[in-house]
């Protein structure tokens, strides 16, 4: 696994703590939300980080990709909030390598 998805999981698995106690369809969504609600809280985040890095640096982080990958996830999750379906989905992989 790279370290940015780690990164991800990470951020998630620390900001969002999921109980598994009893599993139905109204706390999955609003788990799925809270969820959501997180990623969007990263945005200035990488903004700020964007702001801060070095134009002429030889290896760039590619904060585009990070913030293409992160909406992928969150319509993801939104749209299984949607319209939940019984059948597995298909989607493009996450680029995850955001070095240059």
């Known amino acids: 696994m790279r370290i940015t998805q780690v990164l991800i999981f990470g951020l998630l698995g620390a900001a969002l703590p999921i109980q598994f106690a009893v599993a139905d369809a109204d706390g999955e969504r609003a788990a799925l ?8 809280a990263i945005d200035p985040l990488i903004t700020e980080a964007a702001s801060q890095a070095n134009p002429d640096a030889r290896v760039r982080f590619q904060y585009d990709w990070l913030r293409q990958d992160l909406d992928r996830i969150r319509l993801g ?4 909030i949607d319209a939940p379906r019984s059948e597995p989905r298909t989607f493009p992989p996450l680029r995850g390598d955001y070095r240059r």
């Open 33 to 40: 939300a809270k969820i959501i609600h997180e990623l969007q």
């Open 77 to 80: 999750i939104q749209e299984h």
